[in-house]
């Protein structure tokens, strides 16, 4: 038997002890496994040690320094390598794990493979969605995050990172008038569709708590309230949870504002009433994707109050979905009338009618905040902060695993979806808060709306071009371009109220011009081609930003509005970039019109299991599958005179 302080000091007597050298090192004649060993232990993992030469640093640094050299040089195409043409995925089924270990620069080379031909984010050119560059402090923290890869379930194994997520939640709280630090609080998850399930969820454990939903599953046919532009996360989060999409109520929206129209609101709360139906949720969006619709929360609340939920059911949840808009929540405390930072006066305006608007989440029983969009951090770092967090952890709180111990006082694990979490989303939040403060924010959003602006007016002074959502604020601007010979602005007015066969065949044949020349657009950036010395943009296209005035129903397709769109989130971009896109766009425009076709990107297929055509409907008699347009609808959804759809 060794003695105790041997065998610590050690390796054990005998067997193992016979393979090595008195130095440590391997004999030659040990078996192979302690070899390989030897290698990952050597050189696979960071030492565990400081003191002790390690080459990690040095190989992130080299590593670092080649995926950099993908980028271009200024004035350069919007991708990165030199490999520009579509992604090849037709033998991506052949993949095997390797026999042997590999050496690690033969990783990093495969790795850096696979960015071969991907869009550069930070690029001016790049402005085709929500697709915003990482910071740097957000990068590190991802980093540092995964070092040690703690697992975010509990404080035990991610210790003081923990703070990041309670602080972030304290951060974003102390932004919302009346919310309480002591009360808020918040867990980050896989996205803003996260957010919007851990709410729906939220409000089933709580309107249904008698009926013990969470243990005999969701038997109740309660609806989701949620406008008719509202993010089809709704669909998402409905159908996962198993309450069923059909129990989503489309509310419709204002004309005018987008936001939801509380008379219609009111409407159907007094059906939903009248029938003994409970409403689980109202979901207000604080910002729609591309209209930047923002509903009245106070409005909804205060309708809620009138019509209570039948005997048996608690009052509806309100949950805002602010991924988007939250971000104007940092204008707190800035001064619009003067105005310190220089903000053009209209922007500075229409920042304080949105940070107006968005102040009223503090109706809210939950909110969900998306860094990976306006917070300039990478994916998927999003935040589900509810008011009362007691009051959630009571509701959704669950026995913890016999073999977790909580010997922290932090263990979200026992209320949170996810089982293991990352800590990199909470870390890069935070630290991209304390980078960036309230004056960064309130500078990097300045910068989307001054660089619509910049567009918006560029287009004003093109007779071809016309914006289509001047009313719209905020991030997004559509634009229509026409043939040379027509006055886009005549022409689009009659697109859009004329209802003649002459005037919807006109509109037909500018919606393909549109179509047309995104396409045309696209073959440009993705063939790496230089026309007049310049590279093609990464922009994109809506094919249902709205309806025409005459017909709303949807049931003639052909009566939507395409239109090009610009989401300028980089602050990259400048003046002279929007002068650019603007003469990319015309030049596209005339390939179109010059009847020559585009030419053909070289197509690669995809292997299956991915190529195989699955049928459109999910199966059995259901018709999960279908969508109505209105629910894919990215902005005004016309006038709302013959509404058609999911009812009651
Ligand atoms: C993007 C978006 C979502 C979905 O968020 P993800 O982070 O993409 O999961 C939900 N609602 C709105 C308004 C959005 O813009």
Known sequence: MPKPHQSMNGPPDGYYKSMFRANGRIKRTAPKWLHTRQVLSSSFFPSPYTGVADSFRSEVDCALAQLEAMKQVKGGPAYLGTEFGLPDYSDVNEAEIPEQVSTLQDVVADMLELFEGMVNTAHPLSQPNVLPPANKASIIATLFANYFSQNFIEGEYAWNLEKAEMETSAMITRLIPGWDPSKAGGLFTYGGSGCYLYAVKYALAHVLQLHDSRLNGVRTDGKILVSQQGHYAKMNSTDWLGLGMDNIVDIETDDDTNAMDMKDLREKLVELNTNNIPVIAVICTMGTTDAFAIDPVDEVAALLDEFPNPSGYNRPLIYCDAVIGWSFLTFKGYDFSKNPAGITKSISDTIEQIYNKILKIQYADAVGVDFHKTGWVPYATSLFLAKDLPKFKSLMNRPGAVYLNERTEYNPGLYSLEVSRSAAPALSAWATLRYFGLQGFQTTITNVLEMSLCLREILKAEPNMI????????????????????????????????????????????????????????????????????????????????????QDDMGNSRAVIYALKSFPLNVNITYETMLGLVKRVKIARDMVLSGEPIPELPHTPICPPYSVVVPEVGGGKSDAGRTRITDMMSGVVGSRKKRHGRGI
Not at 481 to 507: C, F, G, N, Q
Request: glycine content about 4%; charged content about 30%.
């Open 467 to 550: 914006c289509v959502n001047e009313e719209d604020t905020a991030f997004v601007t559509l634009f229509r371009v026409y043939p040379d010979d027509v006055d886009a602005e005549t022409r689009y007015e009659r697109e859009l109220t004329e209802d003649s066969e002459e005037a919807r065949d006109l509109l037909e044949e500018s919606n393909i011009l549109q179509q047309k020349t995104a396409d045309a657009l696209w073959w440009w950036l993705r063939s790496g081609s230089q026309i007049d010395g310049m590279y093609g943009p990464h922009t994109t296209y809506t094919s249902g930003f709205r309806t025409t005035d005459y």
